[in-house]
């Protein structure tokens, strides 16, 4: 119970109080309690008893409340349900009949775009208007005051009908109107193309004639502009199609004499007798459309008035009446919520009356309790309390007494413990305050007491006008140790580098600390010059040239340092290690294993970093990146069979930024994993769209950075991704450069899950850097992708054909495919096309593209790589009988032979 923690909590705080002994006086005069000899047994209602009596009164009150509002609550449903059974038919009747002839509207509508008209829709819809209006007739007849209106709007929904029947008529007269015209254009346009195909078949080559050229072009301006002005049927696209018109009969009038001599006058005759009647079919689809357009709104009028007279003078005539229905209802639930309001404030008092009662009779033991528990509190725990009253507070009054007797002996306890305790806080005390100046792995001085030591250093130098030089150390790739061998043994080199710091200190008064992480600083004194400085960096890069002994394990590490001097660089403690930061980033850059001093110029260029890490953070946040697509297309087939996804970043003022000027600044934060997942997850977004619409066989090529492929959840995020997007794994194509794929066990395991999740590994920038055939031999990649820089001079120099050719042998011999990165000229696509199976990216294809304009690009694929390969120049040193570009060609004119001999026939 409440009481019994209370008494507990109050008794044992005052054991753990240091205050002076109890009042035995005090002791004595209340201990006379417990001297009292045992009362006879007599039957003591406990509390529960008490309170279940109470509560019995309560639930017969609460039984009879509940009949009365019972009886109250089944007259007020079932009036409610005669006032709806007599007003809901008719709200029901009057909504279908509103639904009806909206449906109706909709569907003439919809026939309009349809080819053909479905009569069967029309007809529902129509006699959809017919039972909804029987319907509402039928439940009118209970109210008089509805019936009049009847008659009125059955004529106004036949004439509605009516209308839309005649709509429909028009709408098709307005199409056939259409279809003959489009008909006719195009047996004009192929009337003009049969003096360009008599030329392609003469001459072996397309020789254009320059009056058919610019008459082909009139009437294509003729096509788009009718086209537009059919869309939109507008006066002015009328008169941009009657110029074009104009334009096209003034070019053949103009050229009639020239054409009469090449091509006949039957020919220019057909053109000319063509062109006029498809003048005049246009001027007959014109009407068409403009008659359709005057009834199309005439229609919807006759709809909306429908719609209004239905809605204004049926249904919500109809809802006030079920409204006023339910207000009639509503009148009879509140009669009932007074009756029940009633006998709840009889059941209330009637609660509070045992309530009042039930309370004295606990109140006063334990006002009892309550006093000797502050006697307790205050230090007297010989003090007992009387027992008697309900049965449970007579239990509580043992059990209190009995914890007053544990009470006593437990103080003396108390005591002998706090001896103890205060012995081991002196303890603890002493090794915090250890702490809170030391690091607990390395037991080198901590980031704090560095601070106040460099503090003290400036204080001294500046009153002795001496030099101080901070040196910033940072162990080269710890992260590998710790990734490779684990935490525990990284921990175990921060231990021996910081013990190799201690026993060889670089100078007599040399001060090392563990700045954080993998950083350890040195402070030396009395450093006479920056020369002094320089034998001291180099003497600490000699400190560890010199392996290390880890658990038995011989180990050679380097390390990066950075120097700064007082007062030299900076005045203060935190602007000298931040000096010797900005000159260790410095020589970081340098590659590593080597030390450089602080120049002011490093902070503009830390400066730089930060306010570009800063801008790359904001674009993560406002989502200022995007995608672009560079399609990766085969001469062979003609076909686009990859497009590869290219980071471009759009900062607010328009300005676009490649990914070469941020990409070290976002591999530094840690920022390019993010970028990373953000690129793989649109592009597979991208290709599950083309895949399901315009493109069945979509592939999408990302590139990966070293830290998102060598993070441990790569290969799951990617199957992730597949599976949400539902994308085939083989419609996506991993590009990975070569610093990135090192042949180690984990790098190729990695590769292979992915590989046999179905994902295509390209090996990117191949013939660059450090190229080794290794990589070929060794990790399970499906592409090879040759960098521009070989492509470049492949038209031009002497070796780099050899070399690409060379490549491109090497790699169809190991079962890979080949891409050829940056064509950019004609003359390499010529080079290129005299082997096979060579995939070709760059500028000349296609320029990098947006996601939307990637189906645009594909319609109009074949023709634009087809036009490439034949106006690309071959090799003057190569045999052309047996090349890709020569077999295309044949292939091309020999198409072109069989058209025209079937034309002829």
């Known amino acids: 119970m409440p009481y019994c923690h209370e008494l507990s909590l109050v008794a044992h705080c005052r054991i753990l109080r240091l205050g002076k002994p109890a009042d035995m006086g005090s002791v004595e005069q209340k201990s006379e309690h417990s001297s009292k000899p045992a009362r006879a047994w007599s039957y003591r209602p406990g509390i529960s008893m008490r309170v279940a009596i109470g509560f019995a009164a309560v639930a017969l009150t609460v039984f009879g409340a509940n009949l009365i509002t019972r009886e109250s609550a089944d007259e007020a449903r079932k009036h409610m349900r005669q006032l709806l059974m007599q007003h809901e038919p008719l709200v029901r009747a009057t909504e279908a009949l509103a639904d009806a002839v909206s449906r109706h509207e909709r569907v003439i509508v919809d026939q309009f775009d349809r080819a053909t008209i479905s009569d069967t829709e029309v007809r529902e819809a129509e006699l959809r208007i017919v039972e909804a209006l029987d319907a509402y007739e039928e439940a009118a007849k209970r109210f008089p005051n509805d019936e009049f209106l009847i008659p009125e709007l059955r004529t106004q929904l036949e004439a509605f009908s009516a209308s839309g029947a005649r709509l429909l008529e028009r709408s098709q007269h307005r199409r056939a109107s259409l279809r003959e015209y489009w008909s006719r254009l195009d047996r004009l346009e192929a009337k003009l193309n049969m003096p360009q195909d008599r030329a392609v078949r003469f001459a072996g080559a397309v020789f254009a004639s320059e009056s058919v050229m610019q008459l082909q072009r009139a009437l294509s301006t003729v096509r788009e502009r009718v086209s537009t002005a059919a869309s939109i049927s507008s006066t002015h696209s009328a008169q941009s199609v009657i110029q074009s018109e104009n334009a096209f009969a003034s070019l053949l009038k103009r050229y009639a004499p020239d054409l009469e001599t090449f091509h006949g006058a039957p020919w220019v005759e057909e053109v000319s007798s063509g062109f006029k009647q498809l003048v005049a079919s246009r001027r007959a689809a014109f009407n068409a459309i403009a008659d359709f357009d005057e009834h199309a709104g005439s229609f919807r009028d006759q709809g909306a008035d429908a719609a209004s007279m239905v809605v204004t003078r049926l249904v919500q005539p109809a809802r006030r009446a079920l409204a006023d229905a339910d207000q009639l209802a509503v009148h009879a639930s509140e009669e009932a919520d007074r009756q029940l309001v009633w006998v709840s404030a009889i059941v209330m008092t009637l609660l509070i009356v045992i309530a009042v009662a039930t309370v004295g009779s606990v109140t006063r033991p334990v006002r009892n309790l309550t006093r000797a528990t502050r006697r307790v509190a205050s230090g007297i725990v010989r003090t007992r309390v009387a027992r008697g009253g309900a049965r449970e507070l007579d239990a509580l009054a043992a059990a209190f007494n009995q914890m007053a007797e544990q009470l006593e002996h437990a103080e003396g306890e108390v005591r002998a413990y706090q001896a103890e305790l205060e012995t081991k806080v002196d303890e603890r005390t002493r090794e915090l305050k250890h702490l809170a100046h030391h690091d607990p792995l390395t037991q080198l001085p901590n980031r704090r007491q560095l601070f ?341 001079s492949i038209d031009t120099g002497k070796r780099a054909p050899a070399i690409v050719r060379s490549i491109i042998g090497l790699c169809h011999s190991l079962g890979l495919q080949v891409t050829a990165e940056g064509v950019e000229r004609s003359s390499q696509l010529g080079v290129l096309l005299t082997d096979r199976g060579v995939q070709v990216q760059g500028f000349l294809v296609s320029r990098p593209i947006a996601a939307s304009t990637v189906p645009l690009f594909l319609s109009h694929a074949g023709e634009h790589l087809r036009s490439l390969a034949a106006s690309a120049p071959a090799p003057q040193d190569i045999d052309t009988s047996s090349r890709l570009r020569v077999l295309q060609l044949s292939s091309a004119r020999t198409a072109r032979r069989s058209s025209g001999g079937s034309e002829e026939g």
């Open 452 to 792: 106040a030591h460099l503090e003290a250093s400036i204080a001294r130098a500046q009153k002795e006008k001496q030099r101080i030089a901070v040196f910033f150390i940072d162990l080269d790739n710890f992260k590998t140790i710790n990734d490779s061998l684990g935490h525990a043994f990284g921990d175990a080199v921060l231990q021996a580098v910081s013990e190799r710091l201690r026993s060889h200190a670089p100078s007599a008064h040399a001060f090392s600390a563990r700045f954080g992480g993998d950083e350890f600083t040195v402070i030396c004194e009395n450093v006479r010059g920056v020369y002094d400085a320089e034998s001291i960096g180099a003497a600490l890069l000699e400190q560890f040239q010199s392996s290390l002994i880890v658990h038995g394990r011989e180990l050679r590490i380097s390390v990066s340092v950075g120097a700064s001097v007082y007062p030299d660089h900076a005045d203060n403690p935190h602007a000298l290690l931040r000096a010797a930061d900005a000159a260790l980033f410095r020589s970081k850059e340098l590659g590593r294993a080597c030390w450089s001093l602080f120049a002011p110029e490093l902070f503009e260029a830390a400066s730089s970093r930060f306010k570009v890490e800063q801008s790359l953070r904001r674009a993560v946040e406002r989502g200022e990146f995007e995608l672009l697509y560079q399609p990766q297309v085969c001469f062979e087939t003609c076909e686009t069979h990859t497009v590869e996804a290219l980071l471009r970043w759009r900062q607010p003022d328009g300005q676009v930024i490649a990914p070469s000027e941020f990409f070290e600044v976002a591999e530094q934060s840690g920022l390019i994993t993010e970028i990373n997942y953000w690129a793989l997850r649109t592009a597979i977004e991208a290709a599950a769209m083309w895949q399901s619409d315009v493109w069945p066989k979509a592939r999408v090529a990302v590139n990966i950075s070293s830290q998102q492929f060598l993070s441990g959840d790569f290969v799951q995020h990617v199957a992730q991704l597949l599976k949400q997007h539902s994308l085939p794994a083989s419609c996506l194509e991993i590009e990975l450069t070569e610093n990135v794929l090192q042949t180690g066990p984990t790098t190729i395991a990695t590769l292979r899950r992915l590989r046999d999740l179905g994902v295509s590994i390209a090996l990117d920038d191949f013939g660059t850097g450090y190229s080794s055939l290794t990589s070929l031999e060794q990790l399970p990649l499906t592409r090879v992708k040759i960098d521009r820089s070989l492509i470049a």
